[in-house]
């Protein structure tokens, strides 16, 4: 394959569109042994951000850890009216601890909301959305989205257990199918998964696949999407330094027709078509 560089957006970066707010700390509360749920309380156009769209995050220092770079985090959930953007995160390393030590009314400077997010295929009427870990937090508010535009929902909730599954009540909120897969109760597998999925397209409810969070389930998606002439999209998880496409850090190769192209994780997506996925 020949592999090039993609020039859209070259010599762009989010610029004036996407400000560095300061939100300030409404809670940072502990939903399991992992993973803490911070709301803030962060204004216009903070609170616009899309369904899949992220923000990037100075998380603060710590006795034990000194972050250099910032931290991109998906929105896990944004609303204009009320101004508030929260996020669900684990606790896994410096930036997500400092994150950790926020109390209410501190606050956090955030950069976004950025990147491109998620879209419904035309004349979708079910989607299927796919994720593991943190990215049932990126998958919810695609959910909610979908809900919006009369679109059904059946989400594939999947974790290592029970303990460590995630965004129940939002699924539930909008009146989605919520199926529960985990390593513990040995129903999580690439094979059982494609099972469920092969069900929901026979039943007329796999108008869209949609995935965050593991790479085993996305090139599933993948490889059936195409077998099965379903779009999708995935939304990528990537190391990133600057965030607004300035340092290229981020770039990966992604499939154009029969080329590898390189693309920016951070501008030209995360969000992208699943059949670009290499």
Same mark, same amino acid.
């Given at each position: ?10 010599? #762009? #970066? ?6 560095? &707010?300061? !939100? ?18 962060? $204004?216009?156009p903070?609170? $616009? ?27 896990? =959930? %944004?609303?204009?009216? *009320? ?8 606790? /896994?390393? %410096? @930036? *997500?601890?400092?994150?950790?030590t ?12 950025? $990147?491109? !997010? ?19 937090? *990126? ?12 679109? $059904?929902?059946?989400a594939?909730?999947? %974790? ?16 989605? /199918?919520?199926?529960?897969v /985990?390593?513990?109760? !040995? &129903? ?6 494609? =099972? ?7 039943? !007329? ?15 599933? +998606?993948? =490889? ?11 939304? +990528?998880?990537?190391? +990133?330094?600057?965030?607004? @496409?300035?340092?290229? #850090?981020c770039?990966?190769?992604? =499939?154009e ?8 994780? #951070?501008?030209? @997506?995360?969000?992208?078509?699943? %059949?670009?996925?290499?």
């Amino acid at each position: 394959m020949e592999v090039v560089s993609s020039e859209s957006h070259v010599g #762009c #970066c989010a610029g004036p569109a996407a400000p560095d &707010t300061q !939100g300030v700390v409404i809670s940072n509360a502990w939903v399991n042994r992992d993973y803490k749920h911070l709301v803030l309380d962060a $204004g216009l156009p903070a609170a $616009g951000a899309k369904a899949g769209q992220f923000f990037h995050l100075l998380c603060p220092s710590t006795e034990q850890d000194s972050p250099f770079f910032r931290r991109p985090m998906s929105t896990y =959930r %944004a609303d204009p009216a *009320t101004g508030r953007v929260e996020f669900l995160y684990k606790v /896994t390393g %410096a @930036g *997500t601890r400092g994150l950790a030590t926020l109390e209410a009314g501190d606050k956090l400077p955030m950069l976004g909301p950025l $990147g491109v !997010g998620f879209t419904l295929p035309a004349g979708a009427r079910h989607i299927v959305v796919l994720g593991r870990g943190v990215g049932l937090a *990126t998958l919810a508010p695609l959910a909610e989205m979908a809900a919006q535009a009369r679109v $059904g929902v059946t989400a594939i909730l999947s %974790a290592r257990d029970a303990a460590n599954l995630m965004s129940q009540d939002r699924f539930t909120a909008i009146g989605a /199918t919520i199926v529960e897969v /985990t390593d513990e109760a !040995g &129903t999580s597998s690439v094979e059982n998964v494609e =099972r469920l999925l092969r069900e929901l397209h026979a039943a !007329g409810r796999a108008d869209a696949f949609y995935t965050c969070g593991s790479s085993r389930l996305t090139l599933l +998606m993948q =490889r059936l999407g195409a077998e099965l002439s379903v779009p999708g999209e995935v939304a +990528m998880e990537q190391q +990133m330094a600057c965030g607004i @496409g300035m340092c290229y #850090c981020c770039v990966r190769a992604f =499939r154009e027709g029969d080329r590898l192209v390189s693309k920016r994780v #951070c501008w030209d @997506g995360p969000v992208f078509p699943l %059949a670009e996925v290499a």
